[in-house]
Structures are given as structure tokens and as C-alpha cells.
């Protein structure tokens, strides 16, 4: 059965940073291109960023571009994306989701606060 | 930026009735490449995921009923509940993935009239 399951949400104040991780299971991790997308509260569904099958190209929404960064260890199985320079417009549930050109498995999502 | 645009924005439909969602891409998510369209469907019930329902604008994907369909072309697509569950009541969401950033529509909520 194909999982992924993220971790490392909370509450961070604004300008602060922090690390989101997924671990996936079920499928050959190291095949497959990874995506984040995120969903403030109450609000639509963002593409953030995704991340080709060896790391090699990664592509990012305008709004996050130069303060976060997509990630991945396939010896781990695991895709990371690590947040700086957080603002009050980041706070949302933020997915993992696996990419093969559309977003076929998602995770349960993790939440991130940006707030004082 | 390819903007999507469903509508409407909320639909009411009777149990059994037929349901359709609109999704306009502001320029052709069509790949003459590999002849395909570049869309997909998801479905987003109260506190979960978003679940895939359609890839490629009609093609289900695995242990999505068959009353879902998808249709379209160029910058038109649709999709159809053939016959209202009461299960199906959700948030739907179209993206087109024919180039980043991979956008979506802003969401259609399908309640029971």
C-alpha cells in the first residue's frame, strides 16, 4: 500500500524556520518525482514546489522561491522541505504528495502556524 | 501563469441526479507531443487529503466509482457524477499540470439538494 507521511508542523513565528519532512512507503521512492502543496485555512489548494525522481530539478510557486527548498534522501525514502524567512501567508496544511505529472497519493498533511 | 477557473462555485444537486463541474484553463493544457490533455480531478472531503478521481482529463483513476467522468478539451473540461451519492458531497478541485507552476482551480463545493 502506497503511503506518505509528513511530519515536523507546528508553530513558528514570523521569519522564523522550519523543516517539513515525508516519509514514503509502498513504492519505489527513488522512481518518482515529489511534490509539496499546501492549503491555508479555509482556502484552496497551492502547488508549492516538487522535485524530479534524483534531485536534479526542482521547481517552486513564485512565493516561496529563495526562502524555501525541496529536498530528498532516496536512501531514506524520505522528501524534505525546509522553510526560512516564514510570514503570516505561509500558514497552512502542507502536503506531501506523490507526482506523476498529476498527484496520484497524498499524505495527511502537516500544519504550519506563523504567528507571534 | 495558466490560470483555472471552475464553476460554479457551489452546486446543490438532488440524491441520484446528475452533477457537473466546470474547469477553464486561461490557454490549451494539450500536449500534441503524446495527444493528452494535462488536467486532473480531485475530490477533498471535511478533514482529509485531496484524493485523485481523474487523470489526463478522463481517465479515472484506480477504484474511482464509474458514475465519475471527466471531459473536455483545449481549455474546457467538465466533470460529471452521473448519479449523486450521498458520499460524494465534497470540495472538487481541477489542476492543470501542463506546466509550472501547477495550478488549480479555486474549488467547487457539491452539496445534497
Known amino acids: 500500500e502506497v503511503q506518505v507521511v509528513e511530519s515536523g508542523g507546528g508553530l513558528v513565528q514570523p521569519g522564523g524556520s522550519l523543516r517539513l519532512s515525508c516519509v514514503a512507503s509502498?513504492?519505489?521512492?527513488?522512481?518518482?518525482?515529489m511534490a509539496w502543496v499546501r492549503q491555508a485555512p479555509g482556502k484552496g489548494l497551492e502547488w508549492v514546489a516538487n522535485?524530479?525522481?534524483?534531485?536534479?530539478?526542482?521547481n517552486y510557486v513564485d512565493s516561496v522561491k529563495g526562502r524555501f527548498t525541496i529536498s530528498r534522501d532516496n536512501a531514506k525514502s524520505s522528501l524534505y522541505l525546509q522553510m526560512t524567512s516564514l510570514r503570516a501567508e505561509d500558514t497552512a496544511v502542507y502536503y506531501c504528495?506523490?507526482?506523476?505529472?498529476?498527484?496520484?497519493?497524498w499524505g495527511q498533511g502537516t500544519l504550519v502556524t506563523v504567528s507571534s | 501563469d495558466i490560470v483555472v477557473t471552475q464553476s460554479p462555485d457551489s452546486l446543490a444537486v438532488s440524491l441520484g441526479e446528475r452533477a457537473t463541474i466546470n474547469c477553464k484553463s486561461s490557454?490549451?493544457?494539450?500536449?500534441?507531443?503524446?495527444?493528452?490533455?494535462?488536467l486532473a480531478w480531485y475530490q477533498q472531503k471535511p478533514e482529509q487529503p485531496p484524493r485523485l478521481l481523474i487523470y489526463?482529463?478522463?481517465t479515472r483513476a484506480s477504484g474511482v466509482p464509474d458514475r465519475f467522468s471527466g471531459s473536455g478539451s483545449g481549455t474546457d473540461f467538465t466533470l460529471t457524477i452521473s448519479s449523486l451519492q450521498a458520499e460524494d458531497v465534497a470540495l472538487y478541485y481541477c489542476?492543470?499540470?501542463?506546466?509550472?507552476?501547477?495550478?488549480f482551480g479555486q474549488g467547487t463545493q457539491l452539496e445534497i439538494k
Open positions: 522535485i524530479k525522481y534524483d534531485g536534479s530539478e526542482k
Open positions: 509502498g513504492f519505489t521512492f527513488s522512481d518518482y518525482w
Open positions: 489526463w482529463a478522463s
Open positions: 504528495a506523490r507526482l506523476e505529472y498529476f498527484l496520484s497519493y
Open positions: 490557454q490549451s493544457v494539450f500536449y500534441t507531443s503524446d495527444n493528452k490533455h494535462y
Open positions: 489542476q492543470q499540470y501542463y506546466g509550472p507552476p501547477y495550478t
